[in-house]
């Protein structure tokens, strides 16, 4: 990323500051959401993985473009709580043994690693099915018609349209390196980029955002969630496990198809760093209030993990 | 069941004619709910567990309590579908090797003995994503405060609170044929009793019942659902797998606690009898309109699979 940026005008606005108090209060919503109950393995397996840390830049960009619309965080919250939920279950069940096989994640055992694969898939399907209640339930101040939207937008995000569909080509495409780039556009724009659409869609569907807008925004996502996929392909790489907080070279391992295996490494940071450009240019029009989106786009861009 | 019975005083019910017209709509509301897309795999792993058949006894009751209080067919086809998509999620990811470990279910391979284990588990996932999307997206004609009730009525009932809490704890009772009668009733009420309630309690929501009616459907639900899952243990013991359409005398083989087991085989046909009674008594001060209610109480009373 060049200084000449559009993403680095507002040199008054503090991202670290800024993330760091919406994270503090989106972990205290997500604890609150999930009180442990009978029976309690299955809260405490449900708590584990979704109280696991995390740059929570899911909910974060979920508060952001409601406020960016003129709504405000509490009409966002359940719904931001809600994606990290979703966010959680698909973690949880992409590593199971039968898809990922991944034995760390964030740092920590894996869910099934920690209370057993029957647990894993039920606490992924627990914290599904309560990600659609808590919208429904929990969402004040909001017209209940903007609140259905945003559950089927949800629904349409997670399903065979979205995540499910992207985590089945992937798997598909496993120990073949040779698919086509848009073979793997498809795999990360379903698996990656359909959540970080959702959550800035629905934040502004929220805050009762134009069309327009929710274009722009849409767009936006797109490319960030391209951006932060190429990043991710390029860490495996070039990142450490402890850097990472999971396991390190799993692709290459794997055989798996990535960026910069069908761009290259330096291609592959090119083609991020100018997706990243562009979602910064779709912010432009609004100003002072686009400006935490520039610069959480900017955070992807130079993310070390 | 006696002659003497509440339930059956309505002689020019034809119930068989009845269930058949509301479950050839329902074939084909489903068949047209879930078209095969990219990428088809998934698309046909979904339908393959959806569309297997059954008796369509959730939809059912769903589209018969909004009737009841004077909703139509057409506002609750939404949801009496993702009824369906429910129970067919559950009992997907119910029969994985992790879990229940079922190789049959309706005469047919189970899911992921057709698909294998991470396509299943991806099924299921889609199917419990689509089933809240098609409410919240489909549903014509009814207040949106409403359906948010619906909608968070079904999340309470499959999560923890419900269908993933009932098969929680019984994992954890597997092995275990000395559980208390508590135990058993937790574990029924929950993964049986909690998706029957939600059928018939959201066709009313549908049909805007008042609260004293969605009470009586409630207790009507726990009183056929408790039933239905005695017969079920009654029926493992009794019937044969050609009758089942899925593997016989599992619950022996498992040591698993039953209620012939806990309370003898007659006693637990006795008690049966006196839920399905209690179940018609709830749905006497509706008249006429209660006798497809009551009806469906007798039919789960005698079922035979």
Redesign the interface.
């Known amino acids: 990323m060049t200084d000449q940026s559009t993403c680095v005008q507002n040199l008054t606005f503090d991202l670290e500051s800024y993330l760091q108090a919406r994270k503090a209060i989106i972990e205290k919503a997500l604890d609150q959401s999930l009180p442990i109950?009978?029976?309690p393995?299955?809260?405490e397996a449900?708590r584990y993985s979704l109280l696991a840390g995390g740059k929570r830049l899911r909910p974060i960009l979920c508060l952001a473009t409601c406020e960016l619309v003129g709504g405000t965080i509490e009409m966002a919250m359940p719904t931001a709580c809600a994606l990290e939920m979703i966010h959680t279950?698909s973690l949880i069940?992409d590593d199971?043994p039968?898809?990922d096989n991944d034995d760390y994640r964030r740092g920590q055992l894996t869910n099934h690693k920690k209370y057993?694969?029957?647990?894993a898939?039920?606490a992924?399907?627990?914290l599904?099915?309560?990600?659609?209640?808590?919208v429904?339930?929990q969402t004040q101040g909001v017209?209940?018609?903007s609140?259905?939207?945003v559950?089927?937008k949800?629904?349409?995000?997670?399903?065979?349209?979205?995540?499910?569909?992207g985590?089945?080509?992937d798997?598909?495409s496993e120990g073949n390196p040779d698919i086509s780039l848009e073979t793997l556009n498809y795999i990360h724009t379903h698996k990656t980029g359909a959540l970080l659409e959702a959550c800035v869609v629905t934040g502004a569907i929220l805050g009762e955002a134009s069309e327009e807008t929710l274009a722009a925004l849409s767009r936006y996502a797109y490319n960030i969630g391209l951006a932060f996929q190429i990043i991710d392909d390029i860490l495996d790489i070039t990142a450490t496990q402890e850097e990472l907080g999971k396991t390190a070279g799993k692709d290459v391992e794997a055989d798996k198809a990535t960026y910069p295996r069908l761009l290259g490494l330096e291609a592959s940071k090119a083609k991020a760093d100018e997706l990243i450009e562009a979602a910064c240019a779709e912010m432009s029009p609004y100003g002072d209030a686009g400006v935490p989106l520039k610069a959480i786009a900017q955070l992807i861009a130079n993310r070390k993990n």
Do not use: K
Request: aromatic share 8%.
């Open positions: 109950a009978e029976p393995v299955i809260y449900m279950m069940h199971l039968a898809m057993g694969e029957d647990i898939i039920l992924g399907d627990g599904l099915a309560y990600a659609f209640e808590y429904a339930a017209n209940p018609s609140v259905l939207r559950i089927a949800l629904g349409h995000t997670v399903g065979a349209t979205g995540l499910v569909g985590q089945v080509l798997l598909a």
